[in-house]
T-cell receptor, first 112, second 114 residues
Framework: DTAVSQTPKYLVTQMGNDKSIKCEQN?????MYWYKQDSKKFLKIMFS???????INETVPNRFSPKSPDKAHLNLHINSLELGDSAVYFC???????????FGNGTRLTVT | GENVEQHPSTLSVQEGDSAVIKCTYS??????FPWYKQELGKRPQLIIDIRSNVGEKKDQRIAVTLNKTAKHFSLHITETQPEDSAVYFC?????????????FGGGTRLMVKP
């Protein structure tokens, strides 16, 4: 059983397109996240979301938007894709407070 | 916001030797410090974590120490094995109702030579 699953695993698209990455967790966690890992392996928080609060990293362009249909899902929508958006995007989840994050297997996005 | 620095960026050791990775953080309010291991092409996985009310924690060959006054924490791996080769990330956060927005260090690529 995959605890945090995200699809697709690979996504290749052209500049200017709009795309979505889906994420689901079956751990019963309250909070979900999106992280971006660039080519130098830096892991950077993009969003943190639970049913009460959305926290957005101020450096994330507003072309990126999280959408949560329910507590177990947090999808990432990206509008007007740019070359610099190419990266691996990881979804994660955790309980509230100081709890470990459980990561999905990542989605490698390539913008051409 | 929080800033986490990690050193060294690469570390090569002989099998059986010890490896130490060090991190410093900037926000004195941070109270949760996990370490993640990421193998090539895979997701980060938690290997050990420590909270600010504890100075040291050990799990078999892995230990973490925390110095709140100096705002630094370290990962110690003893008796390294080739399967320990991976990228290791430290992180820090202030846990709250919205969960853990972890700030990660830049990573350390550990290579264990057989």
């Amino acid at each position: 059983d995959t605890a945090v699953s995200q699809t697709p695993k690979y996504l290749v698209t052209q500049m200017g397109n709009d795309k979505s990455i889906k994420c689901e967790q079956n751990l019963g966690h309250d909070t979900m996240y999106w992280y971006k890992q660039d080519s130098k392996k830096f892991l950077k928080i993009m969003f943190s979301y639970n049913n009460k609060e959305l926290i957005i990293n101020e450096t994330v362009p507003n072309r990126f938007s999280p959408k949560s249909p329910d507590k177990a899902h947090l999808n990432l929508h990206i509008n007007s894709l740019e070359l610099g958006d190419s990266a691996v995007y990881f979804c994660a989840s955790s309980r509230q407070g100081n709890s470990p994050l459980h990561f999905g297997n990542g989605t490698r996005l390539t913008v051409t | 916001g929080e800033n986490v620095e990690q050193h060294p960026s690469t570390l090569s050791v002989q099998e059986g030797d010890s490896a130490v990775i060090k991190c410093t953080y900037s926000d004195s309010a941070s109270n949760y410090f996990p370490w993640y291991k990421q193998e090539l092409g895979k997701r980060p996985q938690l290997i050990i974590d420590i909270r600010s009310n504890v100075g040291e924690k050990k799990d078999q060959r892995i230990a973490v120490t925390l110095n709140k006054t100096a705002k630094h924490f370290s990962l110690h791996i003893t008796e390294t094995q080739p399967e320990d080769s991976a990228v290791y990330f430290c992180a820090a956060s202030i846990g709250g109702n919205a969960g853990n927005m972890l700030t990660f260090g830049g990573g350390t690529r550990l290579m264990v030579k057989p």
